[in-house]
């Protein structure tokens, strides 16, 4: 995959050099470039900012530097003859909290992608034209980390380049820990332990001693069930009966829902029966 980030603070990105996307690169799994906005600039100051048409707080990023700077990622990408098939169209990320919430389900579609280019915003944002124009390029997705709100767009880059390069083949050691992990199941992971079994007191659950790896494995789903609906009821409302066994309807009942073909759903204090 090829990853370019347009930014006015190069020097952020500069964590992507790091632990195992810094290796992925270093091994060739991972193309990333990341390119200063300023260099796509013609006046003295390098200008990326003027007020915003219509007035209010806050300055809004020129167009023109964004469209030279994606221009020359277009450019360097390679002929469709060169590269064997028709290459697919790339997408550009705007990072803002006005976007699409990125989420596990997101970053493993985008990890399909062969070219990502994130062009990170700051001030106010981007004039709005820059985003109409590049759709003629890219398939463009505005994407939101969350809820809240940031200076700009690097923290987001940096969180999203790391989510969706360890779903690259090759860039996480051992693909098991992929599946077992938060989000993979629409659950939250179940809680882990290592040696020494005694800790300051502490123990941990018995079974994960007994070597039934049956018995371990229900006590997880069980854990993940629990902390979910402690944590995020959300997604247990979420979740799609026709994949929950026997044992996790039970679990799931216990917890105060009631599951029916039609989805799962917590049950009000006054419809419970004991
Ligand atoms: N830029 C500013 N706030 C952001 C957010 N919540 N997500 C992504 N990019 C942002």
Redesign the pocket.
């Known amino acids: 995959m090829r990853i370019d980030v347009v930014s006015i603070f190069p020097e952020y990105l500069a964590a992507l050099d790091l632990s195992l996307i810094g290796k992925a690169r270093r091994e060739g799994l991972l193309q990333l470039h990341v390119h200063d906005l300023r260099d796509f600039t013609a006046d003295r100051h390098r200008t990326v900012d003027d007020t915003p048409y219509g007035g209010g707080a806050g300055m809004v990023m020129k167009p023109e530097p964004w469209a030279l700077a994606l221009e020359s990622i277009l450019a360097g990408r390679p002929a469709p003859a060169e590269s064997g098939s028709r290459a697919a169209r790339p997408v550009l990320i705007v990072?803002?909290?006005a976007?699409e919430v990125?989420n596990q389900a997101l970053a493993y579609e985008l990890a399909e992608e062969d070219h990502l280019v994130f062009a990170c915003?700051r001030y106010e944002g981007i004039d709005e034209r820059v985003l109409e124009w590049a759709a003629q390029a890219f398939t463009v997705r505005p994407?939101?980390?969350?809820?809240?709100?940031?200076?700009?767009?690097e923290?987001?880059v940096l969180a999203m380049v790391e989510a969706i390069g360890r779903l690259l083949p090759g860039v996480v050691g051992n693909p098991e820990s992929l599946v077992e992990e938060s989000h993979s199941d629409g659950l939250l992971e179940y809680p882990v332990y290592t040696k020494p079994s005694e800790w300051r007191g502490r123990g941990i659950p018995e079974v994960l001693l007994s070597g039934n790896h049956a018995r371990i494995a229900r006590h997880r789903r069980d854990e993940q069930l629990r902390r979910t609906a402690a944590r995020r009821p959300d997604l247990i409302e979420a979740l799609d009966p026709a994949g929950l066994d026997k044992a996790d309807k039970a679990t799931l009942e216990g917890l105060g829902y009631a599951v029916t073909p039609d989805g799962v759903r917590a049950v009000q204090a006054s419809e419970r029966t004991s």
Do not use: C
Request: aromatic share 10%; hydrophobic share 35%.
């Open positions: 990072p803002s909290p976007g990125f915003g994407v939101s980390l969350g809820d809240y709100v940031l200076n700009g767009g923290v987001a």
